[in-house]
């Protein structure tokens, strides 16, 4: 399997330099799982999809530590039979995915946020299962979960917005990306993340 | 058919508040195409998939107008099978896909990126075909016209990063969400596109 994101810190101020370098330094804990890559664009990340997702989240509360507006935004990929298989991406996370399960039950179950960061963000997600005429079943299944999961803030056109502390908006995220497609299924999920907005988060 | 794009607009300045309400403002000469609703996340916008590219363009261009390292990070969506169909997304820019057609040559030939805006930009973008097994043959095409326009930088992991004049880039990004896949589709577009990085564009 291959599994990674492309993903982007918008620190809103001057100071914006020091802030990225600062959520980028938050990403060294991972040095051992996660290959980088980093262009003036986004930052490229392969490694097993919780554990991108995971290392996120702590670039993300990095950026965000000094009280400045922060945006996040990325595309997280797995499955995509076009890239080449890499061992650094173990699909262990990924739960088998029986015949007849409740997903959005099994997925609630499994939805550990962990210790709170005390950063409040906002997000909005959009998940697309790809190579499938079962899409929107795949879809509307993690729209219910999210529906049912504590930082569920409301329904947007072509995304869902999340609302909570930065540690449990990111363990919805993470369960999103895990438990609605299997592991051997190409998996689209783009998220924008939201911390210390003017216009409230 | 329901079409059009949530977008957001991150100006890396403590300004960044009047460089966002700039890019808004210059949504206001697409108002009797676009709906449109702003809220803390991004800029939910409702039309004709070709006017939405525009707009975007637009709004990018006089966001980026005062100098500033500014970034517009866009979903589009058209034919979501989840949408209600809405008389203000016409379909008729969306060209008909003949058999047999050789879709980069045609994409080619209707790429049209009009007068320059004189404002440099580096772009990454995605295109995600749905519900279809068809999506990576779909999704190739797209990549070789991409790598035939003149704004082809270079090939990532999960995206295609383009460089020129923002005129350029967003023509070449109208083209991919509107040659690759037929108007009845489910079709995903994401786009980041920078001007004024440090980094280079």
């Known amino acids: 399997m291959f599994s ?3 993903f982007s810190l918008y620190p809103m101020t001057a ?3 020091p802030a990225i370098l600062r959520g980028i330094a938050a990403l060294d804990a991972y040095k051992d799982q996660v290959r980088r890559e980093t262009d003036d664009l986004s930052t490229l990340m392969v490694g097993p999809p919780d554990t ?3 290392a996120m989240r702590d670039a993300f509360i990095a950026t965000a530590s ?3 507006h922060v945006v996040l935004s990325a595309t997280l990929s797995r499955g995509c039979p076009g890239e080449s298989d890499d061992p650094i991406c173990t699909a262990e996370a990924i739960p088998p995915m ?7 039950a099994s997925s609630l179950a499994r939805y550990a946020p962990g210790k709170l960061s005390g950063l409040k963000a906002s997000a909005q997600i959009s998940l697309y299962p790809l190579g499938t005429e079962a899409h929107m079943a795949r879809i ?3 729209i219910d979960f999210l529906k049912r999961a504590k930082v569920f803030d409301r329904s947007k056109n072509f995304c869902t ?7 449990e908006v990111f363990a919805a995220i993470e369960r999103s990306y895990l438990d609605f497609a299997p592991a051997n299924a190409h998996v689209v999920l783009t998220i924008t993340v ?4 003017p216009s409230g988060s």
Chains 1, 2 share one sequence.
């Open 140 to 142: 509307g299944a993690c």
């Open 194 to 197: 939201s911390a210390n907005s």
């Open 66 to 68: 000094k009280g400045d």
């Open 52 to 54: 991108i997702v995971r």
């Open 161 to 167: 917005k999340l609302r909570g502390d930065a540690a």
């Open 98 to 104: 029986k015949e007849g399960e409740d997903l959005v």
């Open 4 to 6: 990674g994101t492309q």
């Open 15 to 17: 100071e914006f330099v």
